[in-house]
């Protein structure tokens, strides 16, 4: 029974691994121009939100932010995800603030762990990898995240 429980372990490995890298392969066709940390509360019962705060680090200067998210469907629970990821397509930290939906496909690994890139109405895009902790059952889609920045 262990033998099968390390074999499993494996195969789940090995294929997070492979879809965290391919996000990170098609992120880096491009060239990031900045990088984001996000801590984020999620909970829900039907409705689900996430309210959260991280930081822009773009061109050696750290900007804070808020963030705000609501996804419809079977949501139940809550739990805390953080997440780290590079930016892209950003000429300047005004394009930064708007409200991001998803871009490509996201993934969720076993173990509370997965990946999503985000893109907002200014065309910027964030790539994220996320750990989440707690219990959260989510049927639904995320309809979108909204970042505000105090400038």
């Not at 959260?52 to 050696?60: A, D, I, K, Q």
């Not at 964030?126 to 707690?134: A, C, E, P, V």
Request: proline share 2%; net charge positive.
């Amino acid at each position: 029974m262990m033998k099968n429980v390390r074999t499993i372990t494996g195969h789940i490995l090995l294929v997070a691994a492979l879809l965290v890298g391919g996000l990170a392969l098609a992120a880096d066709v491009k060239k990031p121009v900045g990088k984001v940390s996000i801590e984020e509360k999620q909970f829900g019962l039907i409705l689900g939100g996430s309210t959260g705060s991280g930081t822009l680090t773009f061109h050696g200067k750290k900007y804070p932010f808020k963030l705000k998210g609501l996804s419809a469907g079977l949501d139940v629970g809550v739990s805390k995800m953080s997440a780290v990821g590079e930016v892209y397509d950003m000429k300047k930290v005004s394009q930064f603030p708007g409200t991001f939906t998803k871009f490509e496909a996201s993934i969720a690994l076993g173990g509370g762990v997965g990946g999503l890139r985000l893109q907002n109405e200014n065309g910027v895009i964030m790539n994220l990898r996320s750990r989440t902790k707690g219990l959260n059952l989510n049927l639904g889609n995320v309809t979108g995240v909204t970042v505000t920045m105090d400038q």
